[in-house]
C-alpha cells in the first residue's frame, strides 16, 4: 500500500469520525470559549414547514386603487420582509414571490401563530408623520395622510388637538430628536411630559417622509455610554426632511410603522445634513428593535395579510416515519445486492455507501440544510447515483482482470475507465438542480429547491466516496491478499 493510501485511509477514518459525532441524536453541539475564540452553536437536523408544522402566510400589495405595481419595488419588498423576519429571529423562514402581486412565507416550527402574524404585520408601511406639539404614545394607532390619500412632504406646524380628560404629569425621559455628531448634538434630558389618560382623538397626520426615504439605521452610543438610535436619508429624504425640521423646531415628529407609533422623539435643532440621531432613556434592546423596524421596515409598497394558514405536523410526522422506513427497506436490499453479487468487491461498495450517508446527513446538519419531504427524496435518489458509480468501477474493474491483467493493474484501469461515465452522469445531474432550483427560486416552488439541493449535494459526496473512498479501500485489501486474490474468482464476482 503507497504512502499517498496510507494518509488517505487516515484522512477518512478522521472524516467518519466527524461524521458520525455530528449525526449523533445526542449532539452537544459547538460550544469553544478560548481566548478571542467564541463559538456556540447547535448542530441538529432543520426540518421544513412540511415535516414539524408551522404556519404558511400570504401577503399581497396593498396600494390605492388605479395605481401600478412596479416589479422592481415588489422584489425589493420581499428582500425587506426576508430580511426583517430573520432579523427578528425566526428560524428557518422561507420567503418567496408568488405571482406579481404576493410573497409566500413560510415559518416552520412556530409555536405561536398569533405571535407570529404581528411579527409579519409589522413588515408594512414606515413613515415619520408630523405630531405637532402631541407626543404619541408608542403604540398609539394614528392615522396618516400617506395612508389615506398618497400625500406626504413638508408641512408647517399645525395646532395640537384638542384632548379632553384628565391629565396627569408623569416624570418620563422623552426621546429627542438631534443632527448627528458632525452637526452639533444637544444631549437627551429628562423632562416632566402631561400625558392623556386618554388617546388622542382620531385625525389624519401629515406624513413627512416614507421609509422609501430611509438610507441607513443603527444603534450607536451618546456622549454618556447610553444606547441611541443614528439614521441617515436619501437626497430627497434629506431635502423633504430639513425643511420639515427647520420649521419644526420644538414639535413632535413621530414614526410609525403601519399606523402605529413605534416612536416620538422632538426635534431639537434643524436636521439639514441628511442624518441624524434618536436619543433618550433606551434599553439597548428597545434601542435595537426600533432599528430593526426602521431598517426592515422601509417598504416601498404596503402589504396586507390575505392568507395564513397553520400547518400541523402530525401529517409531517407520519410521513417521515414511512419515508424513513422506506428508505431503510430500500438500503438494506441494495446492500445485499451489492454483497451477493459482487462478493467482496460488495462489501467494499457497502463500506462506501454507509460511508456516504454519514458524511451526506452530517452536511445536511452542518450546513443546515432544511430537509423537507421532496429533499429525503432527492437524498434517497442520490443513494442510486453512489451505487452506479460502484458499479461503473467493478464492471470495468472486472473486464480488465477477464483479459488476464494483475489485480493491481485492473484496479488503476477500472477507476480510470469508470472516471469518464461517472463524471459525465454527475455533471447532467447538477445542471438538472440548477435548473429545479432556480424555477424553485423564482416560481415560489420551495419544495422543488429542497429536492434540488438535496440531491446536488448527496451526489457530490458520491463522487468522493466512489472515486477515494472505494479505491482507498479497494487498495487497502490489495496490500493485504495480493495478487491471489485474482485467483479467488468466485470471491471478486467474476
Known sequence: MQQRDVVLLMIIIVLVGIAAWVVWPSNPGLHIHFGPLNIDRDISVHQGLDLQG???????????????????AMAAAKGIVESRVNGLGVREPLV??????????????????????????????????????????PGTEVKTSFRETGEFGMVKPTAAPTVTGTLTPTATST??????????????????EATPTQAPPKKVFRSVITGQHLKTSQVGQDEYGRPEINFSLTDEGARLFGEFTTANVGQFLAIAMDGVVISCPRIETAITEGSGRITGDFKL???????????????????????????????????????TRAGIIGVIIVLVFMLVYYRLHGVVADIALVIYALVTFALFKLIPVTLTLPGLTGFLFSVGTAVDANILIFERMKEELRHGKRFSTAIDAGFDRAWTSIRDSNLSTWITCVILYWFGTNFGASMVKGFAVTLFL?????????????????????????????????????
Open 175 to 192: 426621546p429627542t430628536l438631534a443632527p448627528t455628531a458632525a452637526t452639533g448634538v444637544v444631549s437627551p434630558t429628562t423632562t416632566a
Open 54 to 72: 408551522g404556519m404558511q402566510t400570504v401577503l399581497e400589495a396593498d396600494l390605492p386603487p388605479g395605481q401600478a405595481l412596479d416589479p422592481e
Open 458 to 494: 448527496g451526489v457530490l459526496i458520491s463522487m468522493f466516496t466512489a472515486i477515494t473512498v472505494t479505491r482507498t479501500v479497494i487498495r487497502l485489501l490489495y496490500a493485504i491478499g495480493g495478487e491471489k486474490l485474482r485467483e479467488s474468482k468466485w470471491l471478486i464476482g467474476l
Open 96 to 137: 418567496q414571490l408568488a405571482g406579481t402581486n404576493r410573497i409566500v412565507i413560510e415559518l416552520p416550527g412556530i409555536q405561536d401563530p398569533e405571535q407570529a402574524i404581528s411579527i409579519l404585520q409589522q413588515t408594512g408601511l414606515l413613515e415619520f408623520i408630523d405630531a405637532g406639539g402631541t407626543f404619541l404614545p
Open 285 to 323: 434592546a428597545d434601542a435595537r428593535k426600533i432599528v430593526i423596524q426602521l431598517r426592515y421596515g422601509s417598504l416601498p409598497i404596503p402589504l396586507k395579510v390575505i392568507q395564513n394558514r397553520t400547518v400541523g405536523p402530525t401529517l409531517g410526522q407520519d410521513s417521515v416515519a414511512k419515508s
